[in-house]
């Protein structure tokens, strides 16, 4: 089975990354990733972007693609005219495949009209609006702005961009699964749901109640059509995430969420 990795981070100079990955039994560098990746039958992974929107940021290896990142560096209310024509430069990338939003750390709802630039370019270059959607890893962060049903207005407004709701906006598994079943334009990954190492037999036994929800809101979806697989590297193991999400997914959709899906909403083209 190929698997398309629709949510990672790729920060090597960060130390809280390194530790993330040491955690999680991987190393935090370009080689070990690629290894992986091979190993496991990982085609391409997408770059959640976590720098500024200079293009010269953006430089990723060969098997990665990137959406490039807006977090509170950037904006705290409007772009900038030069901000918007950096992020412009990096959708004109085939490298680029989409734009990634940062409510909660950014406390400003994606409904916002500082976003209307953001989402005028998304329709023209036709790349999705990725958005952190669910619980935030740091306290200093607001979860309002990162409920998914923030999510919904934007989407509504803006029917002809395509918005991915990322996390599946956990632990609020019912209301993100609301806002992608009557969105058509909005979809999910499935990524961070878990952190570091973990026994999956010991995990589904004593958090039996919290994955029979993540079960019934997956299984909610639309024939798991809008469902993407991501890791959110380098939180997780990689091997024991894969089958993670193999445990949850019914295995007659693996095929649509591992790989199917994301090469279809990202346009990846493989």
């Not at 990746?37 to 293009?55: C, H, Q, S, W």
């Not at 803006?158 to 990322?166: E, G």
């Not at 469902?227 to 024991?240: I, K, R």
């Amino acid at each position: 089975m190929k698997i398309i990795d629709a949510h990672l981070h790729f920060c090597m100079e960060i130390e809280e990354f390194s530790e993330l990955a040491d955690a999680a039994g991987h190393k935090n560098s370009g080689p070990h990733l690629q290894q992986i990746y091979n190993k496991l039958g990982i085609a391409l992974g997408i770059v959640m972007g976590n720098r500024t929107v200079d293009p010269k940021e953006h430089i990723y290896p060969e098997f990665l693609r990137y959406c490039v990142g807006l977090d509170s560096t950037c904006l705290e209310g409007k772009l900038t005219s030069d901000e918007i024509d950096k992020l412009e430069e990096n959708l004109k990338r085939p490298q680029c495949v989409g734009i990634k939003l940062y409510p909660g750390y950014t406390p400003v709802y994606v409904s916002d009209p500082g976003y209307e630039p953001v989402y005028e370019l998304a329709k023209a270059y036709h790349k999705p609006v990725a958005v952190h959607m669910g619980e935030t890893s740091t306290p200093g962060a607001y979860l309002k702005y990162s409920h998914p049903l923030s999510l919904d207005q934007a989407a509504a407004d803006h029917p002809d961009v395509q918005f991915i709701m990322c996390h599946y906006g956990n632990p609020w598994l019912m209301d993100a699964a609301a806002v992608v079943s009557k969105n058509e334009n909005v979809a999910t990954d499935i990524s961070g749901l878990l952190e570091g190492r973990v026994c999956l037999d010991q995990l589904f036994s004593e958090k039996a109640g919290y994955m029979d929800a993540l079960r019934t809101w997956l299984g909610y979806l639309r024939e798991y059509d809008d469902v993407m697989f991501g890791t959110d590297w380098p939180l997780v193991n990689l091997e024991e995430y894969i089958s993670f999400i193999s445990r949850l997914v019914p295995e007659k959709y693996h095929e649509k969420v591992f790989f199917e899906n994301a090469n279809r909403i990202y346009n990846l083209g493989l």
